[in-house]
């Protein structure tokens, strides 16, 4: 596998992925890359050609985070990951919370399927008379029939093998005409041919309250690229936080290596610290293991990361060690 520890905390916390999974008895290669902000202020690469037709090559990626103080926004975000999830055709972006909401007493489970490619992050748009009163900007969303009816079936397909079997479609249909009803329709016609999903709609703003104030009403939400980025900052923040979230930048189709990441960022004002978190890292890092077909692993990874932890980073990763190996 590719090892992309990146800036800030990223390379701490897969310091402690890789540990956990090593201890789970799962035998890893690993080849390091060292991409990032820090690796662009120091030569100006952010990703090569020659460096990405190399990680084709592997089976998987495990990414820590990216971004440092310095570097323009976009840079490497867009440079970098987005180039990553768009090369490698990464267009499911799959993140799980499970946990029980502050003030709540019942436990969510629920997964969130974030279309990866399209939408708002294609990059469609530009300026014009830059930095005078008349400046305009606009930045459309892209979404295609073809892209957003192989998210939708990935979706389904989840829901179908999930234990309540339900999926809500989250949009804006209201206001997002074009793009909604796209969603909507192909969202229909997908799930005539899951009879035994149910299904429901949920305008996004509405979602913001029920993920807040009733999370357990929730299976698998389908939603665009934004939407999806946003929603899952709020899904970490009610399922213990964001250091727990975890993420799979997957290619169901298998053309080439799917990428697993923590879904917080760089924290350069904890970096260098040894107080992040790593869990988020390690659960990602479970994922790697389930698309690789190691779920047993993966479950016991799970497992040993629900009961609670404290310390350091590094006392974090060895205690979740401990307990897959007693
Ligand atoms: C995420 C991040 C990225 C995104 C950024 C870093 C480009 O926020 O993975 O959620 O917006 O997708
Ligand atoms: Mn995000």
């Known amino acids: 596998m590719a090892v992309i520890g990146g800036d800030g905390i990223g390379p701490e916390v897969v310091a402690e992925a890789l540990k956990v999974v090593r201890a789970s008895g799962v035998e890893l290669d690993t080849t390091f890359f060292d991409l990032g902000g820090a690796r662009y202020l120091r030569d100006g690469e952010v990703l090569s050609d020659d460096t990405l037709e190399s990680l084709r090559g592997y089976d998987a990626i495990l990414l820590g985070a990216v971004g440092t103080p310095g570097v323009p926004p976009g ?3 867009r440079g970098l990951l987005l180039k990553l999830r768009f090369s490698l055709d990464l267009y499911i972006n799959q993140r799980p919370f499970v946990g029980t909401a502050p003030g709540h007493a019942q436990p969510h489970d629920f997964v969130v399927i974030r279309e990866n490619t399209e939408g708002s992050y294609a990059g469609e748009g530009g300026v014009l008379r830059k930095g005078t009163v008349h400046e305009v900007a606009t930045q459309g969303s892209v979404n295609t029939r073809f892209g957003v009816e192989r998210c939708l079936r990935f979706a389904f397909e989840l829901a179908s093998r999930r234990e309540r079997r339900h999926i809500t479609l989250v949009h804006k249909t209201n206001v997002l005409t074009f793009a909604g009803d796209l969603w909507q329709r192909t969202f229909d016609a997908v799930a005539t ?8 709609y949920n305008h996004v703003d509405a979602a913001c309250i029920y993920l807040v104030q009733d999370p357990h009403r ?3 939400i389908v939603t665009d690229n934004l939407f999806g980025d946003i929603l899952t900052d709020l899904g970490g923040a009610v399922s213990g936080g964001i250091g727990l979230a975890s993420s799979a930048n997957l290619n169901p189709a298998r053309t080439g290596p799917s990428l697993f990441e923590p879904v917080h960022g760089s924290a350069p004002d904890i970096a260098g610290k040894g107080v992040a978190n ?8 479970a994922l790697m293991l389930d698309h690789l077909g190691a779920s047993a692993s993966a479950d016991a990874i799970r497992v040993a990361c629900a009961a609670p932890t404290s310390g350091s980073t590094i006392a974090v990763g060895d205690e979740i060690c401990r307990r897959l190996q007693g």
């Open 278 to 285: 790593p869990i988020a890292a390690i659960l990602s890092a």
């Open 218 to 220: 929730y299976d698998v």
């Open 75 to 77: 840079v490497i975000e």
């Open 193 to 200: 041919e899951y009879p035994k999903v149910g299904t429901a």
